[in-house]
């Protein structure tokens, strides 16, 4: 059966940065982990760590095998909350775990990798048929570093 993952490169703590992901995400695991028992292009036997896991049931890839390309905005994983409280545990989990606040609903933590932590509602207010509600909602969200509901939905109406 095909099966799609996502594959994400750590220069280093990539066991650090994956237990700290499946604690802070709801519906999460950590699955296998492997080191590569040969000599690679990013060192020796030993040297790059592979583990399996999974957020809210998606599955992705870590791997730590020493520097190459930074994360940066191409790339970010997005977690739809439910609720204000979710948003507000999973944000303040990130910053106080050495992330950085951007616009928008958007961080980066401590090891550079790009997050969206967004309530669920919002692809719904922004996707609708109602275009001046949509363009409300968008101004709104422009104006926030992190997203909230209330006044989301204030604008929508």
Not at 4 to 31: C, H, Q
Not at 123 to 136: F, H, I, L, N, Q
Request: charged residues 25%; aromatic residues 8%; hydrophobic residues 45%.
């Amino acid at each position: 059966m095909l099966k799609v993952s996502s594959n994400l490169w750590f220069e280093k703590d990539v066991r650090e940065a994956v237990e700290f992901y499946v604690a802070t995400i709801p519906n999460s695991s950590m699955g296998r982990t492997t080191i590569l028992p040969a000599e690679t292009p990013s060192g020796p036997p030993g040297s790059v760590v592979i583990i399996e896991f999974k957020l809210g049931h998606q599955d992705f890839v870590a791997m730590q095998a020493g520097p190459l390309d930074a994360f940066n905005h191409a790339f970010s994983i997005s977690v739809q909350c439910e609720t204000q409280d979710e948003i507000d545990r999973i944000w303040s989990a990130f910053l106080e775990n050495g992330g950085v606040e951007e616009q928008c609903g958007w961080l980066r933590d401590r090891w550079g990798l790009c997050w969206q932590i967004v309530p669920r509602a919002l692809s719904e207010m922004v996707a609708g048929p109602d275009r001046e509600r949509a363009k409300r909602v968008t101004e709104v969200m422009l104006d926030m570093v992190k997203l909230d509901i209330a006044k989301l939905e204030a604008a929508y109406r």
